[in-house]
């Protein structure tokens, strides 16, 4: 078993829509829980940092940790043709950004 | 935010051959460097974490004498694949830690590197 799962998709919806990625993992440990959003053959770019369980928003992003479920999702609001990429969750155990383990990424296109 | 860069975004090389990688903080000093490596369709994979001024750590079924890394400044690490193979052909992908308060301590990514090996 993975440590980190997440649907690779491909996920398409409608410009406009609400979406929801999600990934779920088995290490209790994990305390710092990221979401990058990565292009075709870039680098993956920060979009929402968090810490232990709670929501965080950032404009049309927001981002859940439920350690109890061992489930973090991310909302995208008012989604657009350039939310369209590959989005991935990264967790670690400690503070300093040691180690972290990604889930397998979720492609998504937003069809205008 | 951040900025990390990597040199060159995109080589091709012969079977044998070695590579040089160069990934560099532009805005910010970094202590710590890592290295990943992505194959298409799939999610990243640390190789080695860097730091500057010591030797690299590498992850376990990593080749160290294979994948060779320097961190000689607090701008600069570069990974060089020696006597490359078409196996090795991937995408490969630095981050510097960055201590933010608004983000807290995380990584920032480099622009990647595509290569190819002939």
């Known amino acids: 078993q993975k440590e980190v799962e997440q649907d690779p998709g491909p996920l398409s919806v409608p410009e406009g829509a609400i979406v929801s990625l999600n990934c779920t993992y088995s290490n209790s440990a994990f305390q710092y829980f990221m979401w990058y959003r990565q292009y075709s053959r870039k680098g993956p770019e920060l979009l929402m940092y968090t810490y232990s369980s709670g929501n965080k928003e950032d404009g049309r992003f927001t981002a859940q940790v439920d350690k109890s479920s061992k489930y973090i999702s991310l909302f995208i609001r008012d989604s657009q043709p350039s939310d369209s990429a590959t989005y991935l969750c990264?967790?670690?155990?400690?503070?300093?950004?040691?180690?972290?383990?990604f889930g397998q990424g979720t492609r998504l296109t937003i069809n205008p | 935010g951040a900025v990390v860069s990597q040199h060159p975004s995109w080589v091709i090389c012969k079977s044998g051959t070695s590579v040089k990688i160069e990934c560099r903080s532009l805005?910010?000093?970094?202590?710590?460097m890592f290295w990943y490596r992505q194959f298409p369709k799939q999610s990243l994979m640390l190789m080695a974490t860097s730091n500057e001024g010591s030797k690299a750590t590498y992850e376990q079924g990593v080749e160290k004498d294979k994948f060779l890394i320097n961190h000689a400044s607090l701008t600069l690490s570069t990974l060089t694949v020696t006597s490359a193979h078409p196996e090795d052909s991937s995408f490969y992908i630095c981050s510097a830690r960055v201590l933010d308060p608004p983000s807290g301590d995380t990584q920032y990514f480099g622009p990647g590197t595509r290569l190819t090996v002939l």
């Open positions: 990264a967790m670690s155990v400690n503070q300093g950004a040691q180690k972290l383990v």
């Open positions: 805005d910010f000093q970094a202590t710590t």
